[in-house]
C-alpha cells in the first residue's frame, strides 16, 4: 500500500516536474517580441484619409456616438453641477450678509 | 459690536456677477470655438485609412489629455503655493485644478477604450500610457475625496496638496511614456510622429485651441465657486462667534 502510494506521488513529482519544464519550454520558444506590444518606433506614427468605400467589421460610428456623448456629459454635466454649487453658496452669502449686519445695527443701536 | 467690513465686498461679489464681464466673454468665446470644431471634425477632417471613422475620437481625447494636463498643472502649482503662502486663493485655485483635470481624465479613459475596441479589438490593455493616466486620475479622484469630506480643515488641505505634488511627477511619466517603454498606444503626434493629413492637421489645432478656452472657462468658474464657498466658511465662523449661528461641528 504504501509502495503503491510511493509510485504514485514519484509520478506524481515527474508530471509536474514535466509540466513545469514544458510550460517554460513554450514561454521560451516565443519570440522575445509577440506583437502585442512594440516599441515606440515600431508603432503607427501617422493617420491617412481613406480613398474610396470603406466596410467596417467593428461599428466605428456607434462607437463614434458614444464617445462624443460621453464628452458632452460629462463637460455640461460638471457645468451644470458648478452653476448650482456657485447659486448655493450665493444664497448662503446672502443669507449670512444679512444675519450680520442686523446684528451688527442691533448692537449698535443697543 | 461692529460690523465686519469684509462682509460687503463678499456678499455684493457674490450677488452681483454681471459685474465681471471677463467670464461671460471667455465662456462665449469656448461655446463659439466648440461649434467650430465640431463643423471641423464632422465637415472637414477625412475619414482614417485603416480606422475607420472612429479615428474621430482622436480630436476630442487627445485635447482632452491636454486639458487633464492643464488643470492637474494648475492643481500642483496652486497646491504648492499653498502650503508655501497659505493663502486660500491658491487652495482654490489647487481644487478648481484637481476637479477640472479629473473631469478631462474621465473624458480620457473613458473616449480611450471606445477606440480602442475599434482599434485593438479590445477595450483595455495595460499599456503604460494607458496605467499611468489611470494612476493619474485615481490620485486626484483622491484628491478630491479627501477634500470633498464637509469643510477640509488645514491637516486635510495640506495632505491633499502632497497628492497634487505628488500627482505633477506623474504626468512626464504619461507624456514620455510611449517613447521610453514597450506598449500599444499610437505615436501620432509624439515621439516620432507627425504623419497626419494635413486636414487632420488643421482640425487638431483648432480642437487644441478650443480646449484650451474652455478649461480656461472651467478652472475660472471653479475658482469663483470655491472662493465663495471659502467666503461662507469664514462668515459662518463670524457669526457662531457672535452667537448667531448654533454649533452644529
Known amino acids: 500500500m504504501v509502495k503503491t502510494m510511493r509510485t504514485w506521488f514519484r509520478f506524481g513529482v515527474l508530471l509536474g516536474a514535466l509540466s513545469l519544464g514544458a510550460g517554460a519550454g513554450v514561454a521560451m520558444a516565443q519570440p522575445e517580441d509577440d506583437g502585442a506590444e512594440s516599441p515606440a518606433d515600431q508603432r503607427a506614427t501617422s493617420f491617412q484619409a481613406v480613398k474610396g468605400p470603406t466596410k467596417e467589421t467593428i461599428p466605428g460610428g456607434t462607437l463614434l456616438v458614444v464617445a462624443y456623448g460621453v464628452v458632452w456629459l460629462l463637460v455640461f454635466g460638471y457645468v451644470l453641477r458648478v452653476g448650482r454649487l456657485e447659486r448655493r453658496t450665493a444664497a448662503d452669502l446672502e443669507r449670512l450678509e444679512k444675519m450680520l449686519r442686523s446684528d451688527a445695527n442691533g448692537g449698535a443701536n443697543g | 459690536m461692529a460690523f465686519p467690513q469684509h462682509v460687503v465686498p463678499y456678499a455684493r461679489m457674490a450677488t452681483e456677477p454681471s459685474k465681471q464681464v471677463g467670464f461671460p466673454v471667455l465662456a462665449a468665446i469656448s461655446a463659439a470655438m466648440l461649434s467650430i470644431t465640431l463643423y471641423l471634425i464632422f465637415g472637414l477632417a477625412p475619414v482614417e485609412l485603416q480606422m475607420g471613422v472612429v479615428q474621430k475620437i482622436f ?77 493619474v486620475g485615481m490620485l486626484f479622484a483622491a484628491y478630491l475625496a479627501l477634500r470633498g469630506f464637509g469643510a477640509a480643515g488645514e491637516v486635510e488641505k495640506r495632505f491633499a496638496s502632497g497628492l497634487a505634488i505628488v500627482g505633477l511627477f506623474i504626468l512626464p511619466i504619461i507624456h514620455y511614456s510611449v517613447q521610453r517603454w514597450r506598449g500599444q498606444h499610437p505615436t501620432v503626434i509624439t515621439g516620432k510622429g507627425g504623419g497626419l493629413d494635413p486636414d487632420m492637421r488643421v482640425t487638431l489645432l483648432v480642437s487644441f485651441a478650443t480646449f484650451t478656452f474652455v478649461v480656461a472657462t472651467l478652472l475660472w468658474l471653479r475658482f469663483r465657486v470655491e472662493r465663495n464657498a471659502q467666503r461662507v466658511l469664514e462668515l459662518e465662523l463670524d457669526a457662531r462667534e457672535r452667537g448667531l449661528l448654533e454649533d452644529s461641528w
Do not use: Q
Open chain 2, 59 to 135: 480630436y476630442f481625447h487627445v485635447p482632452s489629455a491636454y486639458a487633464m494636463y492643464v488643470g492637474f498643472t494648475a492643481s500642483a502649482v496652486g497646491s504648492t503655493m499653498y502650503l508655501w503662502k497659505r493663502r486660500d486663493a491658491w487652495d482654490a485655485i489647487a481644487v478648481a485644478g484637481a476637479e477640472v483635470g479629473t473631469v478631462f481624465c474621465f473624458i480620457v479613459l473613458i473616449t480611450g477604450p471606445l477606440w480602442a475596441y475599434k482599434a485593438w479589438g479590445v477595450w483595455w490593455v495595460w499599456d503604460p500610457r494607458l496605467t499611468t493616466t489611470m494612476l
